[in-house]
């Protein structure tokens, strides 16, 4: 009864064209549309309907996981909303969820809205690629795209280390193997380092966490293969922030000159509401490293990034005030949202007034 009442909210929230469904004791079922949160026109949901959902979804190891940590990410196949991300938390003693869906098919670089230089950045050989943005910016979609285009183009090994799968990828021209943590490996990192013994070419990792995950990684781009990353920081600048701050004493320096020898190039993105509000517009900061990046990388002079991303731009370099702009004259965004998410709101306001 409890999995059959959890697939009626999650055809609800497929019919709804909802990103999230959240299941809050005391709340009404909660689908995120459009990015914005709507209780459904029912009683709130009560503890034991929650407790009976969850254990439907879990088998014993996954249980004892969640009894012990007291909390969980798993991904399941649904049979009319395709992958599903569950990530179960406890509250007042009881469990709650909240259910990300993957969809069931990777879409276009149109439909997704993003560059036409991301393609590029896909196909480059080695080096390091990094997607970041907010939770729930699209990065996990941007990066299971740029996957696809992988594997539908080149013979080559794909190896994808996830917490959790939220697509799973046939091999096209490619073979993809796909590794989840707590089920296939303990560890992004101790995945990361026992990665290079399976000859991939391209290794993807679903998240940079720590400094031991960052430094495997870049380690990895630094010997002839092609790594994506997400990371999680607003745009492009704090993601060297990120990513060389979490190191310390002569460690960074290290990091610094490594980031500055194998970074291909960071999309830093977010989703916003469009003008009509019934769809979300990928807004998004683009940084292709070419020599004059890497200099500034080296030496540490990140404040100067901006100015190079602006002459950057037949290179395909594109500064997140830049885009907005764009999409506000195009009438996909308001004003409103392209003020509220400017790097610079004065500036925005002259070039659009």
Known sequence: MSRSRLDQLIDSATELEASDLHLVVGVPPAFRINGEIILANESPVIEEAVTGMALSLLNANQREAFERDW???????????????????????????SLRFCGRRILSAEELGLPPRINDLARRPNGLVLITGPTGAGKTTTLNYMVDLINSERRCKIVTIEDPIEHLHENKRAIVVQQEVLTDTHSYTRALIHVLRQDPDVIVVGEMRDHETISAALTAAETGHLVLATLHSPDVSHAFERIIGVFEGSAQRQIVIQLASSLQGIIAQDLLPSVDRIRRILAYELLVANSAIRNLIRENNKHMLET??????????????????????????????AISRARNPDRMAERTG
Not at 81 to 92: D, E, F, H, I, S
Not at 311 to 317: A, I, Q, R
Request: proline share 4%; with cysteine.
């Open 71 to 97: 909390e969980l990410c798993v991904s399941i196949p649904h049979e009319v909303a395709g992958r599903v991300r569950v990530t179960l938390y406890r509250r007042n003693g009881g469990p709650e969820m």
């Open 308 to 337: 190079s991303m602006q002459t950057g731009g037949k290179e395909g370099m594109v500064l997140m005030d830049a885009c907005l702009y764009d999409l506000y004259c195009r009438c996909l965004i308001s004003y409103d949202t």
